[in-house]
């Protein structure tokens, strides 16, 4: 469903995308890390149109998307979400106006098919009945649901989610990647997640890639990365998973 070829990028006159080669196996969920400055957030925009590599070619199915614009590439993208780091909520919008935004600007609905469908997904983000508050009343992850209602509202085949857990405390933090993991088995859509949360990714993913130095160092199912030989790579998780290194088997 999305792949990604030779894919360079520089910004600001730094190489920041060195040749990215990376498959995204359909109906699972992908996580990708790497340490900071990497690139992770440039190439989940490359992956959506956001930004144009310099060279390489990004496919989603059979359609090439690093060189369309205006319609065709919107039409591409109708069939991605993106849940932002901060969740990127209309300030002035309920809870219930924001989820409904999508509904209304894209899909033209009205009345009750709009509200059946907003109550339906704060529902199964745990926000059944907070639909009249206003962000600012709302605590980090509660924002995070709610930022993730509105992207599972439109029935996305392909979700993008940016460092989804960033400012939130351990706990609230586990309660998102399996809130995001529980959406993802019962939708089937295909996730590509950029995070630092290690060990707790090893638990959720059905695939880990890591980015280093612009390039996809390795991918693989969780209990297979974390037997890499790659003395970088294997520095880089044991910072945060010296528990996981001990025993790869428990992330599978």
């Known amino acids: 469903m999305l792949k990604l070829v030779g894919v360079t990028k520089t910004l600001g006159g730094q190489p920041v995308l060195r040749g990215v080669d990376l498959t995204v196996p359909q109906g699972k969920l992908t996580t990708i890390i790497g340490r900071s400055g990497e690139g992770k957030s440039v190439l989940l925009k490359h ?8 060279s390489g070619e990004v496919w989603v199915d059979d359609v090439e998307i690093s060189r369309l614009r205006g ?3 919107n039409e591409v ?4 979400a993106m849940l932002f780091q901060g969740a990127a909520l209309f300030d002035s919008l309920t809870v219930f106006e924001n989820v409904a935004f999508p509904l ?9 098919d709009v509200t059946s469908r907003v109550e339906e997904k704060l529902e199964q983000v745990g926000l059944s009945g907070m639909g009249h508050k206003f962000p600012a009343e709302l605590s980090g992850g509660m924002r995070k649901r709610a930022g993730l209602a509105r992207a599972l509202v439109m029935q996305p085949e392909i979700m993008l989610f940016d460092e989804p857990t960033t400012g939130l405390d351990p706990l609230m933090a586990k ?6 993991m ?18 707790e990714i090893f638990g959720i993913s059905d695939y880990v890639a890591i980015l280093k130095q612009g390039k996809i160092a390795a991918m693989a199912e969780p209990s297979e990365f ?6 970088e790579i294997k520095e880089f998780i044991s910072v945060g998973g010296t528990v996981l290194m001990a025993n790869p088997g428990s992330a599978s």
Do not use: C, N, Y
């Open 47 to 54: 992956m959506i149109g956001l930004l144009q590599p310099d």
């Open 175 to 180: 309660s998102i990647h399996d809130l995001i």
């Open 226 to 231: 974390l037997r890499t030989t790659d003395p």
């Open 182 to 199: 529980s959406m993802q088995r019962r939708f089937r859509f295909t996730a590509v997640m950029v995070s630092h949360e290690i060990p």
């Open 71 to 73: 319609h065709a590439l």
């Open 104 to 112: 209304r600007e894209k899909l033209r609905l009205k009345g009750q």
């Open 77 to 80: 993208r109708k069939r991605f």
